[in-house]
């Protein structure tokens, strides 16, 4: 078996606001596809990955094993800052 180490989102914990990172070793050979996506949480935005096995699951990943981030590209495995302050600004026409 080929299993890699994961990042993972915890969807199972729903009773605070913040979703949990959890490490997870996921065999590489049931990995159907990994897509890159934008993940909001309250303070930042983090580009993550939305992983698809073969049993059906989903995963939302924040941190994929450094040979398949080389493979969909190194600009994907960064934290993205948001400036909240802008929303302060009132609208100018």
Wanted: proline share 4%; hydrophobic share 35%.
């Amino acid at each position: 078996m080929n299993f890699a180490k994961f990042l993972i989102l915890n969807p199972k914990d729903q009773n605070t606001t913040r979703e949990t990172e959890v490490e997870m070793l996921i065999n590489l050979d049931h990995i159907i596809s990994i897509k890159p996506i934008r993940i909001s949480a309250s303070d930042r935005l983090v580009n993550g990955f939305w992983i698809r096995t073969t049993n059906g699951k989903k995963y939302k990943a924040v941190k994929i094993p450094q040979n398949l981030l080389t493979a969909i590209g190194e600009k994907y495995g960064t934290t993205i800052n948001v400036n909240l302050d802008n929303d302060d600004q009132p609208f100018q026409q």
